[in-house]
């Protein structure tokens, strides 16, 4: 399987290798995927929607995850 993404993100390494290196999480990698393909792809306003909504989602992981962590 090619794991080189250079198409849509234009670096001369593997989007999976930027995903290794700064230790991502699934959402994170995602969110930005989206982010740097969005002008790419043709469905530029479309494709942002979707990542704020993923954002929003994240967030209210994040804090009932953190709530949970300080009772």
């Known amino acids: 399987m090619n794991v080189n993404t250079q198409s849509y993100y234009k670096g001369t390494d593997s989007l999976y290798k930027f995903v290794e290196d700064w230790?991502?999480?699934?959402?994170?990698?995602?969110?930005?995927?989206?982010?740097?393909?969005?002008?790419?792809?043709?469905?530029?306003s479309e494709d942002l929607i979707k990542t704020k909504d993923l954002?929003?989602?994240?967030?209210?992981?994040?804090?009932?995850?953190?709530?949970?962590?300080?009772?």
């Open 23 to 44: 230790d991502l999480n699934a959402y994170e990698f995602d969110i930005i995927k989206r982010i740097v393909r969005c002008r790419h792809k043709g469905s530029f």
């Open 55 to 71: 954002i929003d989602i994240y967030l209210r992981e994040q804090e009932h995850r953190y709530l949970d962590f300080n009772k």
